[in-house]
């Protein structure tokens, strides 16, 4: 069995190439803290100051996701299960025109910082802080196992301690997202992104050569059923199938590309819809290109270690015969080589490319840098959005409610607020680069703490990562249902939230060290896990709705209760309505979002206090000066509108 310890170490060509990735990121991060200025607003720091174009914004969102854990990961389960888990591409069919045609359109309108906004806004600020809580434990935690992932690996080849390797890449991280803002990021990631992508099929071309061609890969793994592509089983329990893979999988992806705050951030800075929705449709390609790369890189390896008995894999090495076979094309396969005793699956492909390329200069350079590059743009793109919710929906809301401000202060976002001096908004920028430099502090506290924690690493991260389902359900639930109200859902988040952790825990405990479940498991606890955040995010949405029509039929002010079409998805709203201007667009804080006439039959005692007021000084019940009166025809087309209108809007649900 081959010695981790015997892997070749780095090469002077290898610390160049890392040292200048890392370089190269905070340079990106100096140049647009000077740049144009520097970030001296919030709308700058948080928002780009919505000015960027689809491309960038794309790969930015793809490099967000693309940490070393699916690099490492995505080989390893292909490596160990076969190629089914690829079929999960599948479900981007399902996920992005989700995301670019119902909420994405919606967050736009509103002209948000955060995503968290829109529940206060449809529902309450106790949602909203809520659904913000929830982000900001999950996404802390994440970024301190994707930390800790990478200095693993890097420790493994050149034996640099785990903890030098958290500080020296974390403070990178902080400083160039902490000084450069959300353009930093974005710029920085599609580096990143071109280092990634290059890295990868670098090394997917010299393994494919390194394994003995690409139609042994193929064949060799056919043979051993690796290409196990399809399984129709319907059964909810099955690891892996078609119908999880997909639906499933689908219900796991919306969460990252439709709400959350990392990815509706980031297409907000967008210069107009049309570019969001580009940015949002390019991520189709993109998320099914590097899912294959990554996939191939696992065929790769099984056919490269394809002989003796090993702890990785006894139940398929176990039928494998020793010495050389014959291939798909006739010539004898490569020599047999032994899989490498590790504690862990997923160092596999790390093992690999250190020992069967770490000779030749700059790769193994190029592989970490790989890795390094995954997860600085994970991270950035974590600690600018902590930043964001930080701000938006928790500090601004406390500050306002402490001196008593009007809640339009912080309920219409950063740029249409003109009730924030540029004075507090020059203060609220500094202290946007200090909760960015606070989290970065945390996430790299947290790495370190997995070197302690071991195995519990796993168990606190599939919990939080149940976190999404919810949140799912809760968007989906405002967005999709018009009578829904804040009580059901609350009462449907919390349902969902607790339903979750109930089954993710019960399937952690009850799981044995090799990975089946205890023979008295309850049935439930065997769920799959592409199955969680369908399940928990189904079970929100549902008791919100039996909820909210619990509440409505208890209270009667519920039942006229009016929601702003903008906050519903864009089928949803009234026939004949329109926006006259999206949140984006709108700079007088005295203006209203949407179209005046609706906001009329929102609030029409207001309206009835300003006729008076109006009447009073000498005008109109529509606001005109007795002198300036349209005739007739104008004031009859205003009144057809208004009917038509009330209509669509103005009935009671029953």
């Known amino acids: 069995m081959a010695d981790p310890t015997d892997v070749p170490g780095f090469m002077w060509l290898d610390y160049v190439l890392f040292s200048a990735m890392l370089a190269v990121s905070a340079a990106t991060g100096l140049y647009h803290a000077l740049a144009g200025g520097g970030q001296k607003s919030t709308a700058k720091f948080l928002m780009a100051e919505r000015s960027m174009m689809s491309i960038p914004i794309a790969i930015s969102?793809?490099?967000?996701?693309?940490?070393?854990?699916?690099?490492?990961?995505?080989?390893?389960?292909?490596?160990?299960?076969?190629?089914?888990?690829?079929?999960?591409?599948?479900?981007?069919?399902?996920?992005?025109?989700?995301?670019?045609?119902?909420?994405?359109?919606?967050?736009?309108?509103?002209?948000?910082?955060?995503?968290?906004?829109?529940?206060?806004?449809?529902?309450?600020?106790?949602?909203?802080?809520c659904g913000a809580v929830l982000f900001i434990l999950q996404t802390c935690l994440y970024l301190g196992v994707v930390s800790y992932a990478p200095a693993l690996a890097l420790e493994a080849v050149t034996n640099f301690p785990v903890w030098a390797t958290v500080l020296i890449t974390g403070i990178v991280c902080t400083i160039y997202t902490a000084l450069g803002g959300i353009k930093a990021v974005i710029w920085t990631d599609v580096f990143?992104?071109?280092?990634?992508?290059?890295?990868?099929?670098?090394?997917?071309?010299?393994?494919?050569?390194?394994?003995?061609?690409?139609?042994?890969?193929?064949?060799y793994n056919d043979e051993h059923d690796r290409l196990n592509f399809f399984d129709f089983n319907p059964n909810p329990t099955e690891r892996l199938s078609f119908w999880s893979l997909i639906i499933g999988g689908g219900f796991n992806a919306l969460p990252i590309w439709a709400i959350s705050q990392i990815?509706?951030?980031?297409?907000?800075?967008?210069?107009?819809?049309?570019?969001?929705?580009?940015?949002?449709?390019?991520?189709?390609?993109?998320?099914?290109?590097?899912?294959?790369?990554?996939?191939?890189?696992?065929?790769?390896?099984?056919?490269?270690?394809?002989?003796?008995l090993t702890p990785l894999l006894p139940p398929i090495n176990s039928n494998t015969t020793q010495g050389p076979q014959t291939g798909h094309?006739?010539?004898?396969?490569?020599?047999?080589?032994?899989?490498?005793?590790?504690?862990?699956?997923?160092?596999?492909?790390?093992?690999?490319?250190?020992?069967?390329?770490?000779?030749?200069?700059?790769?193994?350079?190029?592989?970490?840098?790989?890795?390094?590059?995954?997860?600085?743009?994970?991270?950035?793109?974590?600690?600018?959005?902590?930043?964001?919710?930080?701000?938006?929906?928790?500090?601004?809301?406390?500050?306002?409610?402490?001196?008593?401000?009007?809640e339009v202060a912080y309920i219409n976002g950063i740029e249409g607020d003109e009730g924030l001096s540029n004075k507090q908004d020059m203060r609220d920028t500094v202290l946007s680069k200090i909760l960015t430099s606070v989290y970065g502090v945390v996430s790299m506290a947290l790495a370190l703490g997995a070197t302690k924690l071991g195995s519990l690493v796993t168990m606190v991260n599939s919990v939080f990562g149940a976190v999404g389902g919810p949140l799912l359900g809760l968007f989906s639930l405002g967005m999709l249902y018009r009578r829904a109200n804040s009580g059901g859902a609350l009462i449907g988040l919390l349902a969902g939230?607790?339903?979750?952790?109930?089954?993710?825990?019960?399937a952690i405990m009850n799981t044995k060290d090799d990975g089946t479940f205890k023979d008295d498991t309850f049935p439930l606890y065997k769920l799959s896990f592409m199955w969680y955040s369908a399940f928990s995010s189904i079970i929100t949405f549902i008791v919100g709705v039996v909820?909210?029509?619990?509440?409505?039929?208890?209270?009667?002010?519920?039942?006229?209760?009016?929601?702003?079409?903008?906050l519903l998805a864009t089928f949803l709203r009234p026939k004949g309505w329109h926006a006259t201007a999206s949140g984006t667009e709108?700079?007088?804080?005295?203006?209203?979002?949407?179209?005046?006439?609706?906001?009329?039959?929102?609030?029409?005692?207001?309206?009835?206090?300003?006729?008076?007021?109006?009447?009073?000084?000498?005008?109109?019940?529509?606001?005109?000066?007795?002198?300036?009166?349209?005739?007739?025809?104008?004031?009859?087309?205003?009144?057809?509108?208004?009917?038509?209108?009330?209509?669509?809007?103005?009935?009671?649900?029953?």
């Open 547 to 566: 909820v909210s029509e619990v509440v409505r039929w208890q209270i009667v002010e519920e039942r006229y209760a009016r929601v702003d079409p903008l």
């Open 586 to 654: 709108i700079l007088d804080p005295d203006l209203q979002i949407g179209d005046p006439v609706f906001q009329s039959l929102i609030n029409p005692r207001e309206e009835e206090h300003e006729e008076d007021d109006e009447e009073e000084e000498g005008t109109g019940v529509l606001g005109v000066p007795i002198e300036d009166v349209v005739d007739t025809h104008e004031m009859a087309s205003v009144s057809n509108k208004t009917e038509e209108v009330t209509s669509n809007v103005d009935a009671p649900d029953t």
């Open 497 to 506: 939230f607790c339903m979750a952790m109930w089954v993710t825990i019960g």
């Open 263 to 308: 990815s509706v951030q980031r297409f907000l800075t967008a210069k107009n819809l049309k570019e969001a929705k580009k940015s949002v449709w390019y991520g189709l390609p993109g998320s099914m290109l590097m899912l294959t790369l990554v996939s191939i890189l696992g065929l790769i390896l099984f056919a490269f270690y394809n002989n003796k």
């Open 61 to 129: 969102v793809l490099a967000s996701y693309l940490s070393a854990i699916t690099i490492l990961g995505v080989p390893s389960e292909v490596f160990i299960y076969g190629i089914q888990y690829w079929m999960v591409i599948w479900c981007y069919f399902i996920t992005i025109p989700l995301t670019a045609l119902i909420y994405l359109p919606v967050f736009h309108g509103l002209g948000v910082i955060s995503a968290y906004e829109y529940l206060h806004k449809r529902f309450s600020m106790v949602v909203r802080i």
């Open 192 to 219: 990143q992104f071109t280092v990634l992508f290059g890295s990868l099929v670098t090394i997917l071309g010299m393994g494919v050569v390194q394994a003995g061609g690409f139609p042994y890969v193929w064949h």
């Open 329 to 406: 094309s006739g010539s004898k396969t490569p020599e047999p080589h032994y899989t490498p005793d590790y504690q862990s699956p997923d160092q596999i492909l790390i093992y690999f490319v250190s020992e069967e390329f770490g000779k030749i200069p700059g790769i193994q350079g190029l592989f970490v840098s790989c890795l390094f590059a995954g997860t600085l743009s994970t991270v950035a793109s974590g600690l600018n959005s902590l930043a964001a919710v930080t701000l938006v929906d928790i500090i601004r809301p406390w500050r306002d409610h402490r001196n008593a401000v009007n």
